[in-house]
């Protein structure tokens, strides 16, 4: 919708007969470019992960009101005991904790309860995504992107399941500008302004494929020694979006090439 060549007129003054005139406007002059509908097999899919990555986004925030809520009432973390992953020791510490009145426990088990039960919830989406992998839709693309440095099994089913089909992607730029890894511009005559990351942008792909180029950059010498350049004239933050780029074009060559990538062998084309 927001593609739509729309006037000031049209866009101060919105009725349902100004949007039918607008879009049949459109039509005749052929300003519309067909859209990439997924069947429902792919949908039902990418809801699968989706809803993964919502829940990973709830035990986050769950995960720090309890933060807050030890804070709140003084209770610190013992040395011997490291909250970083949430091992079982931390989660029975804080199933130990003893408050003043019965009100206070309630409120904090209330928390830890639901902690608890989001856990539960995403080892089971975890474990769905897993057999879903296996699946012979999936097996071999699978091992095609999980062979490339930094790709794990659930950044390739999100990939896979996002994208659907690469062959709609003629080139590696109209792939980038799907997951939003290219840079906005404003531009007018001799006035030129850079505005880092475009805005639209598919927000899933764009930030697991920042977060496992963190991952790749250690494990791939090649990238390693492009983020080292990189950084030489460039922040950490802006070279990493550099690397994830040169990721995606890995993932799109051996998808395109069905061919297992090989560290410092293999160039994306």
């Known amino acids: 919708p927001a593609d739509v060549p729309t006037t000031d ?11 039918a005139a607008k879009l049949a406007r ?21 809801a699968l992960v989706r809803m993964r ?9 769950c995960k720090n009101q309890i933060k807050s809520h030890l804070s709140f009432h003084g209770f610190h973390v013992p040395e011997d005991i490291a909250d970083r992953y949430w091992s079982r020791s931390y989660i029975g510490w ?9 009100s206070g426990r309630i409120a904090f088990q209330a928390l830890l309860g639901e902690l608890l039960s989001l856990r539960k919830t995403l080892s089971e989406l975890t474990r769905e995504i897993r057999a879903l992998s296996r699946q012979q839709s999936y097996r ?8 490339v440095p930094g790709i794990g099994l659930l950044a390739a089913m999100t990939f896979l399941t996002e994208v659907v ?19 906005g511009e404003r531009s007018s005559g001799d006035h030129e302004q850079k505005t880092g990351l475009i805005s639209r942008r598919n927000s ?61 062998v293999l160039k994306a084309a």
């Open 140 to 147: 071999r693309n699978l091992e095609l992107l999980t062979s």
């Open 53 to 61: 990555a919502r829940f990973v986004s709830k035990q986050t925030r």
């Open 165 to 183: 089909a690469i062959d709609r992607f003629k080139a590696l730029d109209q792939l980038c500008s799907y997951v939003g890894l290219v840079p």
């Open 26 to 46: 459109s039509l005749v002059n052929g300003d519309f470019r067909r859209l990439y509908i997924p069947d429902e097999q792919a949908l039902e899919d990418r």
């Open 94 to 102: 804080l199933n130990g904790l003893t408050f003043t009145r019965e």
């Open 204 to 264: 899933a792909l764009r930030y697991i494929l920042i977060e496992c180029a963190w991952t790749a950059q250690h494990e791939d010498p090649a990238l390693l020694e492009s983020f080292r350049v990189y950084c030489a004239r460039l922040p950490k933050t802006v070279a990493i979006v550099h690397i994830a780029r040169k990721l995606l074009a890995r993932m799109r060559f051996v998808l395109k090439h069905d061919q297992l990538y090989v560290k410092g």
């Open 9 to 19: 007129k049209e866009r101060n003054t919105k009725t349902d007969r100004i949007d």
